[in-house]
């Protein structure tokens, strides 16, 4: 691989057209989904290997997520009406003693997909006269527009996930995830609630079977069934205790909760908590069958009563 040029030896013009935003936008709001995409499938073992002395895959990750920080109080800068950035920690210290190795990447990824949509959001809503205001940066020692800031942060995106790209061509023979931890990674997309994701780890005749033996097969059927389910409950959300692994599946046991939507509101008696056990079966690195065993009285009730009034 050709070697990469330091990020803090970048410069920029500042000068992108003005009718580039728009794109450069959708650049930001797709790197939670490319960041889960490339790292689809890659051991935990992987994931929080180092070489040398730089950072691991999720060391990047969780660098990604920690500088959103800075992004966020420069567009406060550009909304104060300041004429000078916020600058930035030079060193990355607090990246480099956030001890990212030793969290849950889904919890790194849920939390950098938190901050991005809500940045996103303010990008969203500025106009062609607030896109083109102008603040100095100070490393750069450069008047920047927020179009500028929104592809500085779109590059700063890419660079690492290029260096994570890198990492994994490295250590790409070693990257095989074992069939548990496909299962983990499966649970950590249903408790973030991004059908995307989940469908990207399921096979392509992946059946998903109910508590009550209801089977769903298909992109697409599977898709608006995630979906309607997080639309009823949007909190939805599984609890492992155990996971064991058998000859040809794997079980996994602990709880399932949730609330009943009502107008947007979770009201607390709509609430409800079930021990459960899922049965899991995987092949080439994805699920195969996802089926779910437990007693949903307590969630036939709360539907009943609502269905009653």
């Known amino acids: 691989m050709t070697m990469r040029m330091k990020w803090f030896d970048r410069k920029f013009a500042c000068d992108l057209p003005a009718w580039m935003y728009p794109n450069v936008v959708e650049r930001l709001r797709g790197t939670p ?168 780890l399921t096979t392509d005749d992946h059946v998903l079977v109910d508590p009550g033996s209801h089977v769903v097969q298909g992109g697409e059927k599977l898709r608006r069934a995630w979906e309607g389910y997080f639309a009823m409950f949007p909190d939805y959300r599984i609890s492992v205790t155990d996971i064991v692994r058998g000859s040809t599946n794997i079980g996994v046991f602990g709880a399932a909760g949730g609330t009943y939507a009502v107008d947007g509101e979770l009201p607390s008696e709509n609430s409800w908590t079930i021990p459960a056990a899922w049965l899991a079966n995987v092949r080439d690195q994805k699920v195969s069958r996802w089926q779910v065993y437990a007693d949903n009285e307590p969630v036939r009730q709360i539907l009943d009563r609502r269905h009653d009034r």
């Open 33 to 200: 989904a490319r960041i889960e995409d490339r790292i689809l499938g890659i051991s935990g073992d992987i994931l929080i290997k180092r070489d040398g002395s730089n950072w691991s895959i999720q060391e990047h990750i969780g660098h990604l997520w920690l500088v959103e920080e800075l992004w966020v109080k420069r567009l406060d800068d550009f909304e104060n009406g300041k004429t000078t950035l916020t600058p930035a920690d030079l060193e990355n210290r607090r990246s480099h003693e956030a001890n990212f190795n030793e969290g849950r990447v889904g919890d790194l990824l849920s939390s950098f997909r938190a901050e991005r949509t809500g940045i996103v959001g303010r990008l969203d809503a500025y106009d062609e006269g607030f896109v083109l205001r102008t603040a100095n940066h100070p490393r750069l020692d450069t008047p920047m527009r927020v179009v500028d800031l929104a592809f500085f942060i779109a590059e700063h995106d890419d660079h690492h996930l290029a260096l994570i790209t890198d990492l994994i061509h490295k250590f790409a023979g070693e990257a095989k995830l074992t069939d548990v931890e496909v299962v983990e990674r499966f649970v950590d997309a249903i408790n973030s609630h991004d059908v995307d994701r989940i469908l990207a």
